[in-house]
Structures are given as C-alpha cells and as structure tokens.
T-cell receptor
Framework: DQQVKQNSPSLSVQEGRISILNCDYTNSMFDYFLWYKKYPAEGPTFLISISSIKDKNEDGRFTVFLNKSAKHLSLHIVPSQPGDSAVYFC????????????FGTGTLLAVQP | KAGVTQTPRYLIKTRGQQVTLSCSPI?????VSWYQQTPGQGLQFLFE???????NKGNFPGRFSGRQFSNSRSEMNVSTLELGDSALYLCASRGLFHNEQFFGPGTRLTVL
C-alpha cells in the first residue's frame, strides 16, 4: 500500500520556467512533509519542509504548498535551473519528532537549457 | 561541519553471508536512521536510533538489525543475505532541534 504517491515519474521543463512537482498521500495521520533532491550515487539532500498547520512554506526559489483536504502537496521551483535536474522525493511522517519517513517513488526532473 | 559518513561505500557479498554497515552522524546529532533504496520498492525505512535505543522499526525481517553506540555512531547488520537485499543502504542523522534528516552517500550492497 503506497501511502505517498508521486504519479509523474518524470518532468521536463525549460530553464527559467516554473517546475511543479506533485505528491499525494493517503494517511490522514501524516503531519509533517518534506522534499528531498537526489543525484545519482549520492544520498538525498533536504530541500524544504512543511508542517500540517501551514499551507505554504517558501525558501528562496522553492515553495511547498499543502492542501490537507485534498491530501496533496506540491513543490514549485521558480526559476528552474539546469542544476535542479535530479530526482525529487516527497516524504511524510506521522510525527515530526520521529525519523520514520514514508517516501514517494520520486520524480525525475530535467531542466533543459 | 562534516556530513554523515558511511562505510564502506561499495560491498559485494554472496548469498548466505552476513554484512555490517557503518554510519557516523553529523557531530552533535544523536538520532540516526537507516533506509533501504531499491528500484522496485523505493526508499523504505529500516529503523531509528536515539541515544543507543531503537525508537522505531520498519517492516523488515529480523535478519535486519542495528545498534547505536554511545558516540552516536551506528551500525546495521544483515544476516543470511538474499539476492533481494541488494540495495543502496542510506543512513541519516538528525539534530535535536531540527525536523529534517541529513543523509549520507549510502553503501551500495550487491548480493551475488
């Protein structure tokens, strides 16, 4: 049972445009959500997170939106840069105090110059 | 500040053998978690340690075990290796006042 789903395995975007990566979840007990970026042969790198008490969090070019009623979150990258090309994972936890993260399957983002 | 380090980076074993992987967290971090990444199952939580105590465990068989030492370094052990254990094993550490986990580069285990 996949509790966190990223339905788009890949996404291609032109440099300078907006990248929107989507994530859906089924477990209503999730209260903390994170996005990680992963390059081949490296561990995931933390990008941005959001608590369930918020609906938006911004950090530079990255913004995460949370729609609890739809059990949906999205990551916006504006403007997209070629260096953003990587696999993006969303992850969720039931308790921000613990480390148990449930990851989505990932979306491969390709930013074309 | 040095990041999470994992040793070895690559490992080849045969079925039936056992393996021990090591993880050194970021200095000052007392919480360590382990994840398995495979093409079929994605990233899956194995277990979590805080101050030498296992706080949480994922849905893996008892062949997978771990421990944490007083200096926060952690090891995970897989006994009686199976072909399906071939994976990238990732360790992550977390500071006391942070919600995010910081991952190491992983250990690539191949079981032949």
């Amino acid at each position: 049972d996949q509790q966190v789903k990223q339905n788009s395995p890949s996404l291609s975007v032109q440099e300078g445009r907006i990248s929107i990566l989507n994530c859906d979840y089924t477990n209503s007990m999730f209260d903390y959500f994170l996005w990680y970026k992963k390059y081949p042969a490296e561990g995931p790198t933390f990008l941005i997170s959001i608590s369930s008490i918020k609906d938006k969090n911004e950090d530079g070019r990255f913004t995460v939106f949370l729609n609890k009623s739809a059990k949906h979150l999205s990551l916006h990258i504006v403007p997209s840069q070629p260096g953003d090309s990587a696999v993006y994972f969303c992850a969720a936890s039931e308790d921000g105090a613990t480390n148990k993260l449930i990851f989505g399957t990932g979306t491969l983002l390709a930013v074309q110059p | 500040k040095a990041g999470v380090t994992q040793t070895p980076r690559y490992l080849i074993k045969t079925r039936g053998q056992q393996v021990t992987l090591s993880c050194s967290p970021i200095s000052g971090h007392r919480s360590v978690s382990w994840y398995q990444q495979t093409p079929g199952q994605g990233l899956q939580f194995l277990f979590e340690y805080f101050s030498e105590t296992q706080r949480n465990k994922g849905n893996f068989p008892g062949r997978f075990s771990g421990r944490q030492f007083s200096n926060s370094r952690s090891e995970m052990n897989v006994s009686t290796l199976e072909l399906g254990d071939s994976a990238l094993y990732l360790c992550a550490s977390r500071g006391l006042f942070h919600n995010e986990q910081f991952f190491g580069p992983g250990t690539r285990l191949t079981v032949l």
